[in-house]
């Protein structure tokens, strides 16, 4: 399939972009262009808890080994 771009850059492919996604577009090394769809992560939620003082509280302990090791595994993912 052969696409060609507008004056002002875009290209349209109905079969291939679907309307209203995100798509992330690389240049390569090579000269070629990688266009990956961007897809969203599903987060676990944490609800906090007020408290009968008014403060917000999260209900169990957080481990900063597991939140730093979940932070860093996200951005070596990318």
Do not use: H
């Not at 000269?31 to 169990?60: C, N």
Request: glycine share 4%; hydrophobic share 40%.
């Amino acid at each position: 399939m052969k696409l060609v771009a507008d004056s002002n850059g875009r290209l349209a492919c109905k079969e291939l972009f679907t309307p209203r996604r995100a798509f992330s577009a690389e240049r390569q090394a090579d000269g070629s262009i990688r266009v990956v769809e961007l897809v969203q992560k599903e987060a676990p939620l944490v609800e906090p808890v007020r408290t009968s003082q008014g403060f917000l509280m999260l209900p169990r302990q957080l481990d900063r080994k597991r939140v730093a090791a979940a932070i860093r595994a996200d951005r070596d993912a990318r």
